[in-house]
């Protein structure tokens, strides 16, 4: 708070004590009032509103300056009221207790729609385990009765079901995994595995290297990340895969590169934004635009750097990067 922004705001009160002082004036004067004694009596009037008004001045700047200070230093502003005080004047005691019921009426909400969500999800995860319960019946059905016909369109169907668990479960994921040394070539091998059927069936060459590495992740959500790559790559008419490691100092990167049609210029910086499809979704209609998204959700939650390149036509190439610190060392 600046002294000229509190003058400016005072204006209003300083025109009315002129005025009134004026008056004053005037009836001293007609009582014959002595000039000495208006002169001191109106020094000490003015001496007076002058150190009121300061010692005002003085007490709401030091706790406007310091509510300024705080919400300028707040990551979360609507944490702000955790650090104020209630001060001793009546319109900065007003202001925080509105400020404090504001809070409170906030975080109410808050927790009101954490319920609701959680109960959502609750009730989405129970209905994939319901969901997958006939799919899986069917599968079994299909394989004894030697008719692989709808068999692909089962996996598929029990794939998009895991992206629905998958994308309920990102946003509380701490809660639901457990990080320790895992090797890539197995959580990629079970990855291939699952896949290969439609691989086999679309003449599609994948190949391998370099992923004798162990990474710090949970293996279970780093399979279902690879498993969006690869569902991506099968996707978008690639007729090869290739998925490398790559070894440093301070970090392992795994590689998995594709040689379908790529993705434009112009949609490169925005493919892990929800529901993005860019020009690519719009000639592809089974494209959703929320694979990649939740691969990004689900990195950002493991603590991985996820990064693309591509040229449209050529390659697409996502990097998964796993950080490492001192407190842990491979063998």
Partial sequence: MKLTEFIRDRLTAYLIYAITW????????????PAEAIIIVSILVLLGVTAAELWAFLRKKGYYDKLTSDLSQL???YLLSEMLDEPEFLDGRILYSTICEADKSMCEHIAEYRRESSDFREYIELWVHEIKLPVAGLQLMC????????????????????????????????????????LLKRIFGDVAVRNRGELQERGISLSTSDLEYEVMTDGKWLSFILGQLMSNSLKYEATEITVTGEDFADRTVLNFRDNGIGIPVS?????????????????????????????KKLCDRLGHAVEASSVQGEFTEIAIIFGRNELYRFE
């Fill in 267 to 295: 949609d490169l910086p925005h493919i892990f934004e929800k529901s993005f499809t860019g020009e690519n979704g719009r000639t592809h209609t089974k494209s959703t635009g929320m694979g990649l998204y939740i691969v």
């Fill in 75 to 77: 990551d979360k502003k």
């Fill in 143 to 182: 394989h004894n009765d030697g008719n692989t016909r709808y068999s692909e369109q089962l996996r598929r169907i029990d794939e998009y079901i895991e992206n629905v668990l998958y994308y309920a479960r990102s946003g509380s994921a701490e809660k639901d995994y457990i990080i320790k040394p895992v």
């Fill in 22 to 33: 004026a008056l004053v004036l005037v009836f001293l004067i007609a009582f014959q009032v």
